[in-house]
């Protein structure tokens, strides 16, 4: 089974602080992305990554970062938390054999609060 | 680019009716439909997808249509059960918009009443 773990379910940060968010897949998946989820919004994909050290922005990368340094694994970085990122976030990896049309296997998300 | 607007936003059946989530998208030349189930407390999974060569696909008590022409698809869960409830999504592949990203509807919270 195709297994994507998140490193917190909670996270409670304050205004400003230095957020990371890690992701690890155990399936040797070339792609892995970040979401995040809002009510009413859907998933909204922030950054994307096709291989180790590339990275491509999505829909709504302001106020974050990416970094992928191994195969396995992919952080998310809110380099200044603000308010309005408070949100569900979600982990994805798929390989990139189909060409876009792969499955992608999704974390049990990170559910952040910035106060 | 590509938008994906998916209706309704909540939907409550009794158990053993069927349940139907409509979407639409904008660009034609998308070629992929997965959809995407999240139970609560967990990530979203796929339970079915379609591609723009096939009308409709079928696997068990669940079903996806696709009118190309009109830019819109759909999921039907017939016999519906309690485990059915979740947040369903339904997504778009859009090729010339770069490397295997997906565009996301809104969602669809379902609850099956008993």
């Known amino acids: 089974d195709v297994k994507v773990t998140q490193s917190s379910r909670y996270l409670v940060k304050r205004t400003g602080e230095k957020v990371f968010l890690e992701c690890v897949q155990d399936?040797?998946?070339?792609?892995m992305f970040w979401y995040r989820q809002d009510p009413g919004l859907g998933l909204r994909l922030i950054y994307f990554?096709?291989?180790?050290?590339?990275?491509e922005k999505g829909d709504i990368p302001e106020g974050y970062s990416v970094s992928r340094e191994k195969k396995e694994r992919f952080s998310l970085i809110l380099e200044s938390a603000s308010t309005n990122q408070t949100s569900m976030y979600l982990c994805?990896?798929?390989?990139?054999?189909?060409?876009?049309?792969?499955?992608?296997?999704f974390g049990p998300g990170t559910r952040l609060l910035v106060l | 680019g590509e938008n994906v607007e998916q209706h309704p936003s909540t939907l409550s059946v009794q158990e053993g009716d069927s349940a139907v989530i409509k979407c639409t998208y904008s660009?034609?030349?998308?070629?992929?439909f997965p959809w995407y189930k999240q139970e609560l407390g967990k990530g979203p999974q796929l339970i079915i997808d379609i591609r723009s060569n096939v009308g409709e696909k079928k696997d068990q008590r669940i079903a996806v249509t696709l009118n190309k022409t009109a830019k819109h698809f759909s999921l039907h869960i017939t016999e519906t059960q309690p485990e059915d409830s979740a947040v369903y999504f339904c997504?778009?592949?859009?090729?010339?918009?770069?490397?295997?990203?997906?565009?996301f509807g809104q969602g669809t919270r379902l609850t099956i009443n008993p």
């Open positions: 997504a778009a592949f859009p090729p010339a918009q770069g490397a295997q990203k997906l565009v």
């Open positions: 399936m040797d998946h070339e792609n």
């Open positions: 990554s096709y291989d180790v050290k590339m990275k």
């Open positions: 994805a990896s798929s390989t990139r054999a189909g060409g876009g049309q792969e499955t992608q296997y």
């Open positions: 660009d034609s030349a998308s070629n992929y």
